[in-house]
């Protein structure tokens, strides 16, 4: 079944805005493009269209993680804060950090994350950062016991505007990891973490 220019743009804006996460190219040919024969590079074309229908609006088109959302310009965000009810989760220093080792080490084990940051890691932090889809286990060291290696996941780099891990600010560059961060609360770290030097 064939499909006109103007009515691929609509579907794939319709899908972006109804789904309300990244959707690949992939993606949009395996299901609301499956019954019609259009190639990649049109749909590729289409997405290209839309994002330059939509820079210069507050909504935008952009690439993250291997594919397409909708999402507010950067600089609205403190004038959009009043629209929720919900406070953003907080997250503690000790999270953040946590977050960021496995970032850039990654794959790493819990005893390598205790060793850069020299405390130990309370299982809560490992819980909350794999219950919010930020990290995954991604194989086993081949030491005695088997650790797990964590890594990243495609949920991390959408949530935090990157297509891919090269996009994450270098370490040097303290601004950059401070702006990365910066729609995360933080809270006090948990009395549970102790030093791994006690």
Same mark, same amino acid.
């Given at each position: 079944?064939?499909i006109?220019?103007?009515?691929?743009k609509?579907?794939?804006?319709?899908?972006?805005?109804?789904?309300?996460k990244?959707?690949?190219? *992939? @993606?949009?040919?395996?299901?609301?493009?499956?019954?019609?024969?259009?190639?990649?590079?049109? &749909?590729? @074309?289409? !997405?290209?269209?839309?994002?330059?229908?939509?820079a210069?609006r507050?909504?935008?088109?952009?690439?993250?993680?291997?594919?397409?959302?909708?999402?507010?310009? /950067?600089v609205?965000?403190?004038?959009l804060? =009043? !629209?929720?009810?919900?406070k953003?989760? *907080?997250?503690?220093?000790?999270? !953040?950090?946590?977050?960021?080792?496995?970032?850039?080490?990654q =794959? &790493?084990?819990?005893?390598?994350? /205790?060793?850069?940051?020299?405390?130990?890691?309370?299982?809560?932090?490992?819980k909350?950062?794999?219950?919010?889809g930020?990290? *995954?286990v991604?194989?086993?060291?081949e &030491?005695?016991?088997? =650790?797990?290696?964590?890594?990243?996941?495609?949920?991390?780099?959408?949530?935090?505007? !990157?297509d891919?891990?090269?996009?994450?600010?270098?370490?040097?560059?303290?601004?950059?990891?401070?702006?990365?961060?910066?729609?995360l *609360?933080?809270?006090?770290? =948990?009395?549970?973490?102790?030093?791994?030097?006690?």
């Amino acid at each position: 079944m064939q499909i006109n220019p103007i009515q691929l743009k609509q579907l794939i804006e319709a899908s972006l805005f109804v789904l309300g996460k990244p959707l690949s190219v *992939k @993606a949009l040919k395996d299901t609301v493009l499956a019954q019609f024969s259009v190639s990649r590079d049109r &749909v590729k @074309a289409a !997405l290209d269209e839309l994002q330059q229908d939509y820079a210069e609006r507050g909504v935008q088109l952009v690439q993250v993680a291997g594919g397409y959302r909708f999402q507010t310009q /950067e600089v609205l965000s403190p004038y959009l804060q =009043p !629209l929720w009810q919900e406070k953003a989760p *907080k997250y503690s220093r000790a999270t !953040l950090e946590t977050l960021a080792v496995i970032a850039y080490r990654q =794959p &790493v084990t819990r005893g390598d994350i /205790e060793q850069v940051r020299g405390v130990a890691i309370s299982s809560h932090i490992i819980k909350s950062l794999t219950d919010r889809g930020w990290i *995954k286990v991604v194989g086993h060291k081949e &030491v005695p016991g088997r =650790p797990a290696l964590y890594a990243t996941t495609s949920e991390f780099l959408a949530y935090f505007g !990157l297509d891919r891990l090269a996009d994450l600010p270098s370490l040097s560059d303290p601004e950059s990891l401070q702006a990365l961060f910066s729609n995360l *609360k933080s809270v006090p770290e =948990p009395a549970e973490e102790q030093s791994t030097n006690e």
